[in-house]
């Protein structure tokens, strides 16, 4: 659950030219149950945005007529409702691309037997637009619109392979490299060399560098000018994903990456050589 932190979304000290206070503040709300998958208090709500509970009480009601938000009165915690859900699937399906995506996300997790992710890159994260399940017991499960790293996941390594190095350092100066494991990235010497050992080979990984014990391997897709536009991965537990694994479902994911490619008109680039710049 979340603390006692004040959000840097907007809430009470918002104050962009034109922008609807009670709207910010709601969108705030949203945001912040978005972010908390066991659901929030009206108070903790309250002060994790920075409002009025009086005024945060009135916003709630106002989303739970709407169907944006409902409450577990037992517990009096609040949860994202139906209509956000609804708002948010419209958003996917107007990315064509995701669409057209899923059957070979299904291929993939059929012929590799892990979970297959899609991914796109937004505000220096990795994002998890689509995901297919795999169906072993033990598998990678993560809620859509999900966000990892760039540096510490195989679709953000993937990504980032495919930037330029004014994309990548801008990335790196936003956000760092933390350690977010003791398997990951930290120096933007060590990233260097791992984005061009990507470019080389067309496929990146991950390994254990996001969370212990899990492994992914990642291909980016293209448009039609070339340019990275998502990537795409499979994720399944180091014990099924040895080191002997990874040319091969490197080799599966790069295929499927390019057939996706196609399907939506997108073309394969010449592999670019990444310089990265010092943090």
Not at 183 to 203: D, F, K, N, Y
Request: hydrophobic content about 40%; proline content about 4%.
């Amino acid at each position: 659950m979340a603390g006692t932190r004040k959000s840097s979304r907007g809430g009470a000290n918002a104050s962009n030219v034109g922008s609807v206070k009670a709207l910010d503040r709601g969108l705030s709300l949203l945001e912040c149950l978005a972010e908390s998958e066991r659901g929030m208090t009206q108070s903790d709500l309250a002060m994790t945005v920075g409002i009025p509970p009086a005024t945060t009480f009135r916003l709630l009601n106002t989303l739970e007529q709407r169907k944006f938000v409902y409450q577990d009165v037992e517990r009096g915690l609040w949860f994202v409702g139906q209509r956000a859900f609804q708002t948010g699937s419209a958003f996917l399906e107007s990315r064509d691309f995701v669409v057209k995506a899923r059957p070979y996300l299904r291929q993939l997790m059929e012929q590799s037997g892990e979970t297959a992710n899609l991914a796109v890159a937004e505000n220096g994260r990795a994002v998890i637009l689509a995901q297919v399940q795999s169906h072993e017991m033990m598998r990678m499960i993560v809620p859509l619109g999900s966000q990892s790293p760039m540096h510490a996941s195989g679709l953000g390594k993937a990504l980032l392979a495919s930037m330029n190095d004014e994309a990548v350092s801008s990335i790196l100066h936003r956000h760092g490299l933390p350690a977010i494991t003791k398997h990951s990235i930290t120096s933007p010497e060590q990233l260097r060399q791992a984005l061009e050992e990507i470019s080389a080979r067309g496929w990146a990984y991950d390994d254990e560098e996001h969370a212990l014990g899990l492994r992914c391997v990642a291909a980016t897709i293209h448009d039609e000018f070339g340019n990275a536009l998502a990537a795409v991965s499979i994720s399944g537990p180091k014990s099924r994903i040895p080191d002997n694994k990874f040319p091969g479902l490197g080799q599966l994911v790069s295929k499927t990456a390019a057939e996706i490619t196609a399907t939506i008109g997108g073309q394969m680039p010449a592999r670019p050589q990444t310089t990265v710049h010092a943090v």
